[in-house]
Structure formats: C-alpha cells, structure tokens
C-alpha cells in the first residue's frame, strides 16, 4: 500500500463530494446526540479543501499537501470537530515532511501520529464512541493484511453499540446507544476514500 501526493489529492477531493452527499445524515446525527451542526461544519471544512486543491496544482509532497489541508480544516470547520480533523493533517505533515510518497512503516508513522493528535486534542481514547474509534483499528489494519473497509464497517458497527463518555453526546448517557456518532460517521467516509486510493494505486 502506497500513498503518493496525487492519491491523496484524488482520496481528498472524493471526500469532499461524499460529505456533501451525506451532509444532512451528519447532521440529523448530530441533532440526536450533539449540537446538530457536525455535517454543515463538515461540508463547509471540505469544500474550503476542495477549493484549495482545485487552486493548487503544484504540490509535490505529502507533508506540504497535508499541512494546506490541516491549516484549512483549522480554519473553516469550526465546532470540536475542526481541531480535531485538523490537528491529524497537521501530524500527518510532520511526519510526511519532503516525501512523494508514503509506504510499509512510513504511512503507517503518519497515521499512528495523526490518531494520537486527534486523541490528545480530544483528550479521547478508543471506546468513548468518537472518531477515535474508527482512526485507531484503521490505522492499525495498515500493518495486516485485513481488509481496510471490512475494518472502519466494523468500526462503525462497534462505535454505534457503544454508550458515549465524551463530548457533548455523553450528556445524552443511554439514549446515545444504537445511534451512530456523527464524528465517527465522516472519519470513516474519509478513510474509506484513503483506503481507495491505497488499494488500487
């Protein structure tokens, strides 16, 4: 599995137009358990990516492409999730500084230090049903021959059981229980579009 400049670019842009789509589920999810504006912030955050991406055609490595998507997450998304979405870019660019591309232990670096940023921002950990439980299976199916998808399904099969503990929907207590966490929701429409690109470039 190998991630180049150009896969993420294309796993980005995908991304965007599939928050879209789903934009007013992440936000009926949200009106069940949260503050009910995780899919506008969503759909706002990525299309400011799109439009960044669409803009710049000229990025050659992944630390820099990641850094433009962190800083622009940071900027537009707004609510828990906007730090959160763009702290994992932010790390993701620390540890891709100067690559083309990232494979075997070096992509697998670059998750492990974004899935730890989103957890130390959130002051998270796995089975409060956040995206912290799609990030931290996903990235540690990158080093087995797991299925990635057949992972974040599961993920997102497992978090939706969960009662949550943290954030805003652990006020909800018992009623959050069958109810898929929004976060959790578009974490695993951004993977699975990662999970594309690595599989069939």
Known sequence: MKLTVEALRRALLATADA???????????DREIGDGDHGINMSRGFQGVKK????????TDLGELSKLVGMTLIKTVGGAS????????VKFATKWKDKQSA???????????ATEGIKSRG????GQKTM???WEPF?????????????????????KAMVATKGRASYFGEETKAVQDP???????LLKNIAEVLLHD
């Open 82 to 89: 906007g730090p959160l979405y763009g702290t994992a870019f």
């Open 52 to 59: 960044e991406l669409e803009a710049q055609n000229s990025l």
């Open 183 to 189: 976060g959790a929701l578009s974490s695993s429409i």
């Open 19 to 29: 928050i879209e789509q789903q934009k007013d589920e992440l936000t009926d999810l």
């Open 103 to 113: 494979e075997g232990e070096d992509l697998f670096a670059g998750f492990k230090e």
């Open 132 to 134: 912290v439980d799609i």
């Open 139 to 159: 990235t540690a199916a990158l080093q087995t021959d797991t299925s990635l998808e057949k992972v974040i399904d599961q993920a997102l099969a497992d978090t």
């Open 123 to 126: 002051k998270s950990q796995v």
